[in-house]
């Protein structure tokens, strides 16, 4: 059984950080491409961040400079460090596995991913 797991989710304050993890279990891990997306109330699902399985990533313009998505193949999980945390930035996040490998702007598109994790909020005030 696929299990995505995400954690680090918490309230902070314009200029903060945090680091997300997406813990991972039931599938090739290494193998799979990942991606971080999230939502804000009322706003539609974005791509913020993906990652190859050769270690390559993209990275939303929004967040570009600020986060930085990377993995931990033998601990199967996914991390989003996030720094220079905006009010903008408030969303629940979502970490996502997908079998393909995606090229181009697909990886932003939720859905070519097979599997989701259930959400962690993340709260930025100014």
């Known amino acids: 059984q696929v299990q995505l797991v995400e954690s680090g989710g918490d309230s902070v304050q314009t200029g903060g950080s945090l680091k997300l993890s997406c813990a991972a279990s039931g599938y090739f891990f290494s193998s799979y491409y990942m991606g971080w997306f999230r939502q804000a109330p009322g706003k539609d699902r974005e791509g913020v961040a993906g990652?190859?399985?050769?270690?390559?990533?993209t990275y939303a313009d929004s967040v570009k400079g600020r986060f930085t998505i990377s993995k931990d193949n033998g601990k199967k999980t996914l991390y989003l460090q996030m720094n220079s945390l905006k009010p903008e930035d408030t969303a629940m996040y979502y970490c996502?596995?997908?079998?393909?490998?995606?090229?181009?702007?697909?990886?932003?598109?939720?859905?070519?991913?097979?599997?989701w994790g259930q959400g962690t909020q993340v709260t930025v005030s100014s």
């Open positions: 990652i190859h399985s050769d270690g390559s990533s």
């Open positions: 996502a596995a997908s079998p393909l490998s995606l090229s181009g702007g697909h990886w932003s598109e939720g859905r070519w991913y097979n599997y």
